[in-house]
């Protein structure tokens, strides 16, 4: 019986193991860092907010895992590969053999090197770890949150639920900039600002203040002090490869993977936020999944291979209703749709490339979210229905229009005859094609 | 009291010369329920969509309620003494011809009576004149020529009895719809043969069995032919020629020299016509305001008489030629001589025994001695400066008469300037120097004559509104503070009316036509309850035709023949003005639509001016359906939408005369239109301007929504009302830098608004709410608009979400423009129902839709939907 050796417990290894367990003729051995099964790390935020337990975020706990025949090796590390026993040793020291591995170690917060940065209470917004830290805050203590992107807005905004005085610091000219536009991010801020959270844009720190060994607070680079009994960066992650590295796989951003998930060595395969393909790597779930299906495809010997496809994003704060999906950089050949609506706080923009939608981003009302995501993924002409694409897919069959509705459409019906603007028998700037028409038209 | 308890007064409609009886029922916060009257004879209880909405047009939103004098309230007294010294002042350092009324058909005939009385028995001068010179001017004189009064000769029952009607020059679905409502019921009922001859297919075509297309203003060549013809086939009355008759031989000559080449109709079309004509004994010829609005009017008139007169057709059951007027009292206007070259009670302004009869019944001091200046005339004689004070009651000029730009300008020179009238939001009240509030449609109290000459009562049912005075009772104050105190000394409509009556036993003891002394003796509760009377009402005859007995009133009592030569309209088409400007009305708007458009399902029929314009003329100019057209003749230029349809006649565009200044300035047809007319009746010939035509290509075109009025700043706008406000098309020939700045200022808000913006196809969309409530919302694009205009319209004043995506959503479906005013039955209701249903009959798609179950003006419409979709139907 073949043995498959996973690195890493995370929500792809998950997906994964699922997969896996039904194929008959595996040992699988599940090493996971942490002391636990897998849960939806996205629901992270929700469980912060208080809007959810762990209990009710847990995918995958050791039982279901050993249900399935896996060998779960929980809070155990995994301190090296050996390729050419083909072994993986753990913390625990014993060499556990392997036919196929898989390396799904994800990421690692990253952390600025600010001085300071290792004070007890400097927190990153990874785990379930620094959520409960984050929880065990009362109310009316005060946090600072350095990143204005999606973690770094869970964080403050679930804090914030639980009567943590939060400021957000970001260095970027608006929120979210990667999801957001400048409009957008700008709704956001307001927003979250009418909601009682503090947020600073543009703004650097300059170091961490402690006072014995503890957090006292924030220094800004314009000298402004934040006090806070907590200070969280979420400021991006980076894939952790450490383990790969050290096994002589070959690297870029991350563990570089074909289309069929392999590593360099073809019988390590990489799945999840540590790798990097065609230039990319990941931090949202669903490629995630995706590569764990395809690694399981190409485990299992069938043809198969990964293709990234455009994701989209919630922000999971309640009360702030945020889609972005695609590419929404201003480029020559891009034309734009805006909606606003400031007074409901409503803002769209689509962005169109050669009547394709290529980017989505809403902010206030989302409700066309998934619409158009598929729109973006399916590449569809929206051609015909552009007028009304931004009004989402309740419009597309509404009521035909016709500019000459203006002057009596049923004047002109008189005879049945053509009149409408749209199957009038001639363009404009073709006068004599025109003229050849009418003649037509006359003569029958 | 009717059996509900609420009281009911019965009165006639203010629109057409049809003259249709009302009841109405105030319903005690202002307004009032209009229903037919069932028992008035010229409409037996139908009613069209015009006035079956007239309940919808008594808004006091934009009344006159007090005098204004330079546009700052004052009180009658100063007014009406300013009027008076201001008359009186000019006519003693100038003369009385110094001074003019420019009056209406709108008036009742007790108004009439008293300004005509005060113009042409006091002042001394004739220069009394009304926009019935517009619209009737050329039958009155074709029928004095023939018949030697202003007489029609027959009645509505006759419709009910013709074997054969022929409309020339008449949409009478559209301008008449009752009257037509009567021919199609005659049609079903007895199959009688409609013909119509007009240059354009119009909605009467629906009942024609023939329509014939004819040049425009050809009208003479068609009838001398159709003389010719009779002559050549034996089918003249040879009888009634010799014995009632003079100069056929004249006229059969000149029609002989004629030639029907002129009609551009091929021998095939006109046979047949000609053929059923001759043949057919019980024939109506029906005209109005394509006949009479002309240079050739009173010819064209006499050339349809000649044809009755020559078959003995005319005055007896079921034939006849009918003039069919445009106003509800431009009969009673001609009864009281409220025309320039009119006496009074169809008396002649030029016969001395006649001017002696009135002056000395009316004890006046200088009665006109000759014809004064008729409408076209009289203005000119304002900007020459030869009319100091000019009175214009109850009408507006400076929108309808030709040339209407000058007309302006000359009405803002005028030394001083006086209208009377319900509103002073019009283009020509904006232009006096005071004006007087008068009372309006069911305020006023006094009597109309309809077409068929039946006299009925108007009737106030409503209290006047602030200062709001009758128009006799202003015509007669300020007769008093000119120093004439008891010939002007009238109490109440019903002395008036008596008056008039009493004076129109001097016509009859001329021998003359319009005697109605059996009711000069009338008290005022007879007055109060007068039942509908046709006249004559004397001691010996009451109603009844005219010249089925061959008596004319003629100094030789013998009816004329006139000799008649086609002519081309004044214009001429040539290289710079190649195209010929047909004008007219349309469904469901009246005249400057000062009424009509209060209200808003009036509004909707056709919400905007118009081109009509013929698919192969659309080509040469490379017009699109929805593109402007700028409408260029030597006199003005008007924008318009391109309606590009096959209805129109080639090389003959057709635009409605109804926009103004207030509606849509830029579109209005009047100062389009030259003021060449008719050599015999002075009446402008509004229909054949010559014009050049262009695409005219803005920088945006616009829609735009709001509850409150909205000011539009740009090259091309047209607005109307809706149910919960305004709406407008507009266009623009500069784009401006902010949208939503341009948006605060058309709709006077300052709020920001919701928008999309698409800007590679110049795309903008703005809406505004109040309160979750939509204010207004404004619709840009680089091409003509794209919006569910009824939809967007329709919601103003609700949350309207998605209301910028500027259609329903799939869950909603959109009734589409239009098509049924009363029921508000949408044109894809229409449609839908039609698919429902295949093979319904016109009836059943009625029923199942509402559609033309009220009025039945719009069955037309309903009909040709049926044909084209059924038919579609059947292909597929």
């Known amino acids: 019986m073949p043995n498959l050796v996973i690195i890493g417990a995370g929500m792809a290894a998950g997906r994964l193991v699922e997969r896996m367990s039904t194929a008959p003729g595996w040992h699988i051995t599940l090493f996971n860092a942490e002391p636990r099964g897998t849960y939806d790390r996205i629901m992270l935020s929700p469980v912060l907010a208080g809007e959810k337990t762990y209990q009710q975020i847990i995918t995958h706990d050791a039982a279901f895992y050993e249900d399935r025949g896996v060998t779960c090796r929980f809070g155990e590390r995994v301190t090296s590969i050996d390729r050419t026993a083909k072994t993986v040793t753990g913390e625990e020291g014993m060499p556990v053999p392997y036919d196929k591995l898989v390396i799904a170690t994800g990421s690692n917060p990253f952390m600025i090197p600010l001085p300071g940065h290792d004070l007890d209470g400097v927190i990153a917004y990874r785990d379930l770890d620094d959520t409960e830290r984050m929880m065990s805050l009362d109310a009316g203590q005060k946090a600072v949150v350095i990143g204005g992107g999606l973690l770094g807005l869970e964080a403050a905004a679930g804090m914030h639920a639980r009567g943590v005085d939060v400021t957000v610091v970001h260095l970027m000219g608006h929120l979210m900039e990667r999801q957001l536009d400048e409009a957008a991010g700008n709704l956001l801020r307001k927003d979250l600002v009418s909601r009682g959270i503090k947020v600073l844009c543009s703004t650097n720190s300059q170091k961490v203040l402690g006072e014995d060994g503890k957090v006292r607070a924030l220094l800004l680079d314009n000298g402004t002090e934040l006090p806070c009994d907590l200070l969280c960066m979420a400021v991006g992650i980076r894939p952790n490869t450490a383990l790969a590295a050290q096994a002589g796989l070959d690297m870029g951003k991350g563990i570089l993977v074909n289309d069929q998930m392999q590593t360099s060595d073809p019988d390590i395969l990489a799945i999840g936020e540590c790798v990097e393909h065609n230039g990319a790597i990941f931090g949202l779930v669903a490629p995630l999944f995706d590569q764990a299906e395809v690694a399981a495809q190409t485990l299992l010997g069938q043809p198969a291979a990964f293709a990234n496809r455009e994701t989209a994003t919630k922000l999971k704060v309640t009360g702030v209703n945020l889609f972005s999906a695609g590419d929404f950089a201003h480029a020559d050949d891009r034309e734009d749709i805006v909606f606003r609506d400031p007074k409901a706080g409503v803002y769209k923009r689509l962005v169109l490339q050669n009547d394709r939608l290529i980017g989505a981003v809403m902010y206030g009302d989302t409700a066309d979210g998934a619409w158009f995501h598929g729109l973006i993924k399916d590449k569809t002409d929206i051609s015909e229905m552009r007028d009304t694409v931004i009004f989402g897919p309740g419009f597309r069959g509404g009521g035909a229009l016709d500019p000459m509705v203006a002057v009596a459409v049923s004047l002109a019906d008189r005879n049945g005859r053509p009149t409408t603007r749209h199957n009038a028998p001639h363009q404009r700037g073709a006068p004599a094609r025109a003229r050849r028409a009418a003649a037509a038209l006359k003569a029958a | ?876």
Not at chain 2, 149 to 175: I, K, Q, R
């Open chain 2, 1 to 876: 009291m009717d059996g509900t308890g609420t009281p009911s007064i019965r009165s006639t409609c203010p629109y057409c010369g049809v003259g249709c009886g009302v009841i109405l029922r105030p319903d005690g916060v202002g307004g009032l329920t209009v229903d037919g009257d069932p028992d008035h004879p010229a409409n037996k209880g139908a009613l069209c969509s015009k006035g079956l909405a007239l309940g919808e047009t008594l808004s006091l939103d934009d009344r006159l309620l007090a005098p204004k004098m330079h546009g700052t309230q004052t009180t009658w007294d100063h007014a009406l003494t300013t009027v008076a010294n201001r008359f009186s002042e000019a006519i003693a350092e100038h003369g009385p011809d110094s001074v003019a009324f420019y009056v209406s058909g709108q008036l009742l005939t007790e108004d009439y009576y008293v300004a005509n009385k005060l113009m042409k028995g006091f002042i001394g001068s004739a220069n009394i004149d009304t926009n019935s010179r517009l619209c009737m001017a050329s039958t009155v004189a074709g029928h004095k020529r023939a018949f030697g009064t202003d007489t029609v000769p027959g009645t509505y029952e006759d419709l009910d009895e013709a074997d054969m009607v022929v409309l020339v020059g008449s949409n009478l679905a559209w301008c008449h719809p009752v009257l037509y409502k009567r021919l199609a019921a005659a049609r079903a009922a007895r199959g009688t043969k409609v013909v119509v001859i007009d240059p354009r297919r119009t909605a009467t075509c629906d009942i024609a069995d023939t329509h014939l297309k004819i040049n425009p203003g050809s009208d003479v060549a068609l009838f001398n032919g159709l003389l010719k013809h009779l002559a050549n086939t034996g089918t003249l009355d040879q009888s009634f020629i010799d014995a009632h008759t003079e100069g056929f031989a004249d006229a059969l000559t000149m029609a002989e020299a004629d030639t029907c080449r002129a009609t551009g109709l091929p021998a095939s079309q006109v046979a047949p016509f000609f053929m059923q004509f001759a043949r057919t004994e019980k024939v109506i010829t029906i005209f109005s305001q394509g006949v009479n609005q002309s240079t050739s009017g009173t010819d064209k008139v006499n050339a349809i008489l000649n044809c009755h007169l020559a078959t003995g057709r005319i005055g007896k059951p079921g034939m006849g030629p009918f003039s069919v007027t445009g106003q509800p009292n431009a009969m009673g206007g001609r009864e009281t001589g409220g025309l320039a070259n009119m006496l009074a009670a169809h008396l002649d302004l030029e016969n001395p025994g006649h001017r002696s009869a009135v002056q000395q019944f009316w004890e006046a001091p200088a009665v006109a001695q000759s014809p004064g200046l008729k409408a076209i005339d009289l203005f000119d004689a304002v900007h020459d400066g030869q009319i100091k004070a000019l009175w214009i009651a109850c009408t507006n000029p400076a929108v309808s008469l030709p040339n209407a730009g000058k007309v302006r300008e000359v009405i803002e020179k005028c030394p001083f300037t006086v209208v009377s009238d319900v509103t002073d939001q019009t283009d020509t009240a904006r232009l006096a120097d005071i004006v007087l509030p008068a009372t309006g449609w069911g305020e006023k109290d006094g009597t109309v004559t309809n077409s068929d000459r039946t006299i009925s009562r108007q009737r106030g049912a409503l209290p006047a509104p602030g200062q709001a005075r009758g128009d006799w009772d202003i015509f007669a104050e300020v007769g008093r503070r000119m120093g004439w105190h008891a010939a002007f000394d009238y109490a109440s409509p019903a002395e008036v009316f008596r008056e008039h009556a009493a004076l129109s036993r001097i016509a009859g003891s001329f021998g003359r036509d319009f005697d109605i002394s059996g009711l000069a003796d009338i008290t005022d509760a007879e007055y109060d309850s007068l039942a509908p009377v046709r006249w004559p009402v004397t001691a010996t005859r009451t109603g009844g035709r005219f010249f089925g007995d061959g008596k004319f009133f003629t100094p030789s009592g013998k009816g004329r023949f006139v000799a008649v030569k086609s002519r081309v309209p004044a214009a001429t088409p040539c290289e710079q003005y190649p195209f010929r400007l047909n004008s007219g009305r349309v469904r469901d708007q009246w005249h400057t639509m000062t009424r009509t458009a209060k209200t808003p399902r009036l509004s909707r029929h056709l919400a905007e001016p118009f081109l009509q314009i013929h698919p192969s003329d659309a080509a040469t100019l490379g017009l699109q359906p929805a593109d402007l057209v700028r409408v260029t003749s030597p006199s003005g230029t008007a924008i318009l939408r391109a309606l590009i349809t096959p209805d129109a006649a080639e090389g003959a565009p057709f635009a409605p005369m109804h926009w103004t200044g207030e509606t849509a300035p830029a579109a209005r047809i009047g100062p389009v239109i030259a003021a060449a007319t008719d050599p015999v009746s002075g009446q402008p010939e509004t229909k054949a301007a010559t014009v050049a035509l262009e695409r005219f290509a803005p920088a945006w075109y616009g829609f735009a929504v709001a509850t409150a009025d909205l000011s539009p700043d740009c090259a091309y706008w047209a607005r109307m009302r809706t149910d919960a406000g305004w709406r407008a098309e507009l266009a623009g020939t500069e784009t401006p830098d902010c949208w939503t700045s341009f948006a605060h200022a058309l709709f006077g808000l300052d709020t920001a608004p919701a928008t999309v913006t698409d800007p590679r196809r110049a795309l903008t969309r703005l809406a505004f709410w109040q309160d979750d409530i939509l204010q207004a919302a404004l619709f840009i694009s680089a091409e003509p608009v794209e919006v569910a205009r009824d939809f967007v319209a329709d919601a103003l004043g609700t949350p309207a979400k998605g209301l910028l995506a500027a259609r329903p959503g799939e869950d909603m479906p959109d009734p589409g423009p239009t098509v049924c005013s009363c029921m508000s039955v949408g044109r894809n209701t229409l449609i839908d129902a039609i698919h429902a249903s295949p093979g319904a009959a016109l009836d059943q798609i009625c029923t199942a839709t509402g559609a033309g179950t009220s009025c039945g003006s719009c069955r037309p419409e309903v009909a040709d939907l049926l044909q084209k979709y059924a038919l579609r139907e059947a292909a597929e």
